[in-house]
């Protein structure tokens, strides 16, 4: 979509320096964009790569200046970039219609207006609330229920019973629902634990590709308003995951673990079952959380077993000058054991 | 499936407390439960729990006590719950008849029964046996084999050739017989090593969603009868897993390893190729077995590389302890210095 | 195909030692061999195995004698055997025809003897190349482009706008061109950065069951020429894989990082935002790059955070001595505290 540097600088809250009828249709990176492409600059490390960019029109930091371009100034050109992109592109199309041969049950209820990709499965009782769109093999289980506006990438399978809010973006191969991983042992063998419970995805949750959340096995999992996992992430049985808490890639985290609001996971973090990762916690990349700890408000963790940062990298300091230590304490034997004599 | 306490006592072999003509229709945790659902308590601590649940009928072990409630006593309560769920709540069906969107080859051999959902391809000379309920968008390549009750849930591909067993199931997006991943330098470049064996899973596995499994190269890829294989996990080719052997998510299995019988392998754990893990061993969360590393039947590991676990708290505890030590040292040599003047 | 062992020699600049009217027909390891598979051996080890095959035909060292068999004399004999594989083994087909049921839009270009099996949807304005097999529930997204002979197998994602050269490889469940993992913070809320760039996976790519690779937020996400990725790898957006560069299983890649050519990655390694691994690097299973490292060309590193392999083996040993070291410093302590008093 195009608009104006004017309709734009409205829209975003900037202030306007430059031509105000000038056009803009989308956002790029300085190296790689058009004139009509908007870019950003946060820092004076970018400003080069401004100057040479064949965008005329910049979102740039009240502080920094920049000649021969228009300029739109705001307090956050990042956040503002963002939101100039969600403005002026349309998130692509996943799906257009109900495809004619998408298998829908009768008594599955679509909001008019949903739509459904080719050979998507839609089984008996489930409800799709308005707005949203189902991709090409999406496999929607008996009873499930998704909120306005949600995005299902192609071939998403969500188990029987699950519950989506409303604008809950799932990327393709991801497997909401699935059985936990429980049993008992009887005779050797391993019997499976019930897993009988929901799984309630909440409004404004995005989850990656191949991600997988299992079912609660007697309760629910829950992942809550404005989360976001990234790809490969799994989330096991009993699991919550609180408000706007970010995963990244290949996280795993184990039954009955609570995560709650704004914290920060990195990639390939293992957290053991029964933890509870409190509000605005940070865990390193890689970390590992052994069962049934508890990572208090806002702490920065690194390491298995996760410690504070600051601890984390005094020890691994310590392990690097082993060699220097030992070789200290060789020569206060020579000389204690010389005297000794 | 609604019986009375009486019918599941016997099922169970409890001794029945209280009301033999009460129903009970399923199961649940106490705080979640109706009236006719079972629930359990194993341990003092739950008591209140289930005091305090609006579940009538409570299985108990034989040294607890529970007033208000019909209680069936059994020595595991856990597994009796396990054992009552299964026999209360029947299996989810995952598919009905044949869907007449299943693209079934000529030669392919369903057994009578066996239930195929929408949009399934069943390639030629696949061998399907009763019992089996194959999901939607399921795979199963040319000349595969599924053993009698198979659950396949939507959208898991059955390479080529592969066998399974009988009572296998395999959740979402799993993938089993990919090729491996082996190749041979030339000329700076990577020929593939041939991927061209077998894979073969056995009685009673279940593997998990998004699981990923590959053929052997030259021989064969082995799962053994009752092995779990949680979401996630890798199994490279030639690998062998146990009998009754637990793998718990995102754990990958490098090529030509061998993992024994009751085995217990925690999340993220890395195997290389060519190790040992011998029966009974169990392997901490996020371990790392360095390449043809052995270890001994029973024997508790952790860590990367992987130690017996009192060696690694041990270990851990010096490093933690390292900073001490060092002041320790620096007092030594102030002293010792100061005297050898 | 069945070739004489004249023939293989000829093709494989072996020379023949015995028969050379004897047919091979296949490969296969020394133990499931029959008389008409090629077997090879490269290490004394082995002789005793390849003498007690089946196989009439072995492809040896130079430097290696057996009797009983037929030899084909090979400088590298593993070589020669993926060779011989490829040359006598037909790579199994994944699909033939165009399937009644594929779904393509009217504006998609395939090439004369495109394959695609059923149910496969190809989107307005995909271009694939002669000889390209696409397998069942594949699904091309408007605008992507394949090279020739490139092989999908069932059930693989490419989002739209995603590029891929010729022979490449897709294994079942990957996912090619999903949102990379950006968001901006506004209000306590995720706002999604852009994830518009693109995503270019060049010739000779092979990508494993249920990897995962990352469209580039606003410039591209590239996988160069002859590339090996395992199954469940994560390649976010921004990323770049040099050639031939070789990735084992459930190894993530963050955002921006760059992977020179010819590096070897083990499995599980945490790459993270911003590194530069140079060429030739070799990083250790389960190794962790932090934020922004250099990994210098050729270097052979281990551990999190990584380190030179030959720095973290004497640091683990320094680590396992530490009770003893600790146990010195305290006779010392003891020796030295008598002697001041």
Redesign the interface.
Known sequence: MTRTTKELADFLGCTLEGDSAALVS????P??ATPEDLIYVDSPRHLDRATASAAKCVLIAPSLSLSGKILLRHA?P??A???A??WL?PA?TIARGI?P?A?IAPSARLAPGVAV???A?IEEEVHIAAGAQI???C?L?RGSRLGEDCRL???V?I??GASLGSRV?V???A?IG??G?G????N???????Q?GGVEIQD?V?I???A?I?RGS??CTQIRH?A?L???V?V?HNVTIGE?T?I???T?V?GSSSIGA?VLV???V?I?DHCEIEDGAILG??A?I?TGKTIRRGQLVW???ARPLVKFK???A??????D??K??KK??A??LA??K
Chains 1, 2, 3 share one sequence.
């Open positions: 989308a956002v790029a990176s190296a790689s956050d990042k956040l970039f963002a939101r992109a969600a592109i692509p495809h041969t298998v990709g080719p050979y499965v991709g090409a093999f496999f289980g990438f192609p071939r399978t188990y029987p973006i990327h393709s191969g497997v699935s059985d991983f049993y008992v042992a009887e050797g063998k391993r019997l499976k634990f019930p009988v404004d995005e990656g590709a191949n997988t299992d007697l309760d404005g976001k990234d790809n490969l799994h096991a706007n970010v990244a890639a290949q795993g184990s704004n990195g990639g390939q293992g053991a990349a890689q590992g052994p390491g298995t077993p005094e020890q691994f310590w392990i690097a000058r082993l060699p230590l030992a200290r304490v206060l034997e000389r204690v005297e000794g």
